[in-house]
């Protein structure tokens, strides 16, 4: 049976990427049949139709059903899995708060599409878990991700994740390229704590402007194999392997206030629940980074830091 798969913002670029990595089988195994839901806004509906005849034109076997729609009650009906992508952009002169208010309001009603439309009350994993995920992309993803949980009550809070993965793919390029190794080697620490706590974090921290001045546009082929990334280690699980993703706090880990979407190392199980792995060693200059970036989507930051010293 087909999975229903949605992406939103689907006309925008880092979708272009996205949707034929995951019509290709990257996200959700080779064998695996999709529908894919593809959620725009109105203005956008004549590009998403441009996207879809090219989505046909790949010819891919898995694939056996698109649809493109503007309406939420469409687009959130039924689906297994969610990709959250589409956000208001920061236009020039644009304040935060305006840029939040907007992000709000969207956010509040795919929140509350999902609440009403997804598929919640079936397929419950034997585990009692729901088994449909939902990841939030669009920035600021860990705000966007605490709006959309709160306008979905109904809908437990572990389902819901916030895209923080590009900064841990940035942090481990980083590290292979110090250590000279390829990026599945990055298993032995980096002892030089002067390139730790300053180059390494602000060229991670600093590579998403440095794309947009080099690209003259943002990131987009590196941010869908981040989603990719994501959602397919919280389906398959990751085994021994740590990951970084945007989860609700506890309160009870890192000293990370409850009810907080915040960047935590995790390992995902077969029945896909996530755990905190817990106990690390944080350094002064780490907590404090971490406070710095408290209400920031960049809050993975310090957690890679504890990748590299732990
Ligand atoms: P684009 O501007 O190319 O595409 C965004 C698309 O979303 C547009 O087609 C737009 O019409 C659509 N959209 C706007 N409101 C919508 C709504 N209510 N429902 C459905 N679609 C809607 O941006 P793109 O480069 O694709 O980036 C998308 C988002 O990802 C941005 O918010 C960006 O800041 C964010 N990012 C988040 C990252 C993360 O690590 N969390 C990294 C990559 C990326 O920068």
Request: aromatic fraction near 8%; glycine fraction near 8%.
């Amino acid at each position: 049976m087909a999975l229903k798969v949605l992406i939103t913002g689907a006309a925008g670029q880092i979708a272009y990427s996205l949707l034929y990595s995951v019509a290709k089988g990257d996200v959700f195994g080779k064998e695996q049949a999709l529908s894919l839901v593809l959620l725009d806004i109105p203005p956008m509906m004549g590009v998403l139709e441009g996207v879809v005849m090219e989505l046909q034109d790949c010819a891919l076997p898995l694939l056996t059903e698109v649809v493109a729609t503007s309406d939420e009650a469409v687009a959130f009906a039924d689906i297994d899995a969610a990709m959250l992508v589409g956000a208001m952009p920061r236009r020039e002169g644009m304040e935060r708060k305006d840029l939040l208010a907007a992000n709000v309001k969207i956010f509040k009603s795919q929140g509350a599409a999902l609440d009403k439309y997804a598929k919640k009350s079936v397929k419950p994993m034997s585990h009692g878990l729901l088994s449909f995920k939902v990841v939030i992309v669009g920035n600021p993803a860990n705000t966007n991700a605490l709006i959309c949980k709160k306008y979905a009550p109904s809908i437990p809070a572990s389902n819901f994740s916030a895209l923080t993965r590009l900064d841990q793919n940035r942090a481990q390029a980083q590290l292979a390229g110090k250590l000279g190794v390829a990026v599945e080697g990055v298993y032995e620490a980096v002892q030089d704590d002067n390139w730790l706590n300053n180059e390494f974090i602000s060229s991670v921290q600093q590579r998403g402007a440095a794309v947009i001045k080099a690209r003259k546009l943002s990131s987009a082929m590196s941010a869908a194999k981040a989603i990719g990334d994501h959602m397919r280690d919280w389906w398959f699980g990751t085994q021994s392997r740590w990951v970084s993703m945007g989860i609700i706090s506890d309160g009870n880990t890192y000293g990370i206030p409850e009810g907080l979407i915040f960047s935590f190392p995790l390992t995902v199980g077969e029945d896909r629940s996530w755990k905190i792995v817990d106990g690390l060693d944080i350094s002064d200059f780490a907590r404090e980074n971490s406070n710095l970036h408290m209400n920031d989507s960049a809050s993975s930051k310090w957690i890679h830091h504890i990748f590299i010293v732990a």
